[in-house]
């Protein structure tokens, strides 16, 4: 158990006490108890898949103030996992939509919005005065930030992760247990990293892990029970399966180690490669310029470096599927003279294979700036989106 320095606690009125009945009747909770999580200041980072069900537990426990940080719009997509958002939201601010939502849950909540991306410049003030933070981000240079500034600012940082069928949880809290760099002390290369959108996510996934994490959350402001510090839970939904490992605090981590070298808050996106150089216009088209290329006497071979599942939703005519991963595989498959552009869902993969491509001897291969998205936008309007 750890225990937190008990706030001045506030009271709670007849409703409050009609409204949490059940936790009062938890001896590990109590009035107390629900008077702490009264009390309690929690940041929730990201109202994606994590934060969705995250959100919406904390508010329903009664935690007296939500902070809620996101700067991204709700999109049919997310539908599928995040489960805060409603149809009826897409296109509007994620945050204007879980305020509508947590309010309707529970009014009785504090709610405090933070519109933008969280960065070096901003997360110390953002997290400033909150008590715990959930990262319910779902990239690496967020996570490493929200470690960071946590550390620094002496806040427990509850950390969740999913991908496809697999989640993790933990808890970094500097000097109770090892933080983020203990576990992972160098992000993955970039390009090795793969998004929802490419790798595919479990729907259900995101609402089992997220809730940990408000249950991880609630535990260490009541300082009920034993939180996941020094501990990483992995849960795998194909077998139904939790395992646990071990974590030990790095003695040479540059964060909370002896000698620690990290006193402020650094570029992430940098550190995580996440911020990949401007590409030379060389490298790219528009789906305008690839339209009148494809009409010459010459036209280049189109590389589509998507998945097999989002090939048969929509493809340029005449294109070839080679998925990213495979490419490696299909160079000597491929004219060294001959004439490429990569495509993909939005750009960022065909970047990725059109780099690879040019480095492994292929001189004239370009990638579709915006993908088959800007495609259907700018040249077929019947295209199928996704």
């Known amino acids: 158990m750890v225990t937190t320095a008990a706030p001045s ?26 008077r702490r999580l009264k009390a309690a200041r929690v940041l929730v980072v990201g109202l994606g898949g994590l934060g969705s069900p ?19 719009a709700v999109d049919l997509t997310n539908l599928q996992r995040q489960v805060l958002h409603g149809t009826s939201d897409v296109g509007r601010s994620k945050l204007a939509s879980a305020v509508d939502r947590l309010r309707d849950l529970n009014p009785l909540v504090r709610l405090t919005t933070h519109d933008a991306r969280l960065t070096a410049a901003n997360a110390l003030a953002t997290l400033q005065g909150y008590d715990v933070v959930l990262d319910g981000s779902d990239n690496f240079p967020t996570r490493y930030l929200v470690n960071d500034a946590c550390a620094l600012l002496g806040i427990p940082d509850v950390y969740g992760s999913i991908h496809r069928f697999e989640g993790q949880v933990s808890v970094f809290w500097k000097g109770h247990g090892p933080c ?16 929802c959108e490419a790798g595919g996510v479990l729907g259900v996934l995101p609402g089992i892990v997220g809730s940990l994490q408000a249950a991880e959350t609630i535990k260490i402001v009541l300082g009920a029970g034993d939180p996941l510090i020094g501990r990483l839970l992995l849960f795998d ?13 790095d003695p040479s981590c540059p964060l909370c180690g002896a000698h620690p070298t990290i006193q402020s808050l ?8 996440a911020q990949s150089p401007k590409e030379p ?5 528009s789906p305008l310029e690839l339209q009148s290329e494809l009409a010459g006497a010459k036209p280049p071979t189109i590389l589509d470096v998507r998945e097999e599942w989002e090939f048969e ?15 490696p595989g299909m160079i000597p498959e491929l004219d060294p003279a001959g004439t490429y552009v990569t495509v993909c869902h939005k750009g960022a993969r065909s970047i990725q294979a059109a780099r690879f491509l040019k480095a492994s001897g ?12 800007a495609w259907a936008a700018e040249v077929d309007s019947g295209m199928e989106r996704y």
Not at 281 to 285: D, F, I, K, T
């Open 9 to 34: 606690l506030p009271g709670l009125s007849p409703e409050e006490r009609q409204r949490y009945a059940r936790h009062l009747a938890l001896p590990e909770v109590g009035a107390e108890g629900q």
């Open 266 to 273: 650094i570029d992430y996106d940098a550190f995580c490669g």
């Open 313 to 327: 939703i929509a493809s340029i005519e005449g294109s070839t599927l080679i998925p990213l991963a495979t490419i």
């Open 54 to 72: 995250a959100a919406l537990y904390l508010a329903a426990a009664g935690i007296g103030s939500i902070g809620l940080v996101d700067h991204d």
């Open 281 to 285: 216009r060389s490298m790219e088209l």
């Open 237 to 249: 939904a194909l077998p139904m399966t939790f395992r646990e490992l071990a974590i030990d605090a």
């Open 362 to 373: 292929i001189a004239d291969v370009r990638s579709l700036r915006g993908g088959i998205e």
């Open 180 to 195: 983020y760099r203990c576990l992972y002390r160098d992000p993955p290369p970039a390009e090795l990293v793969p998004s």
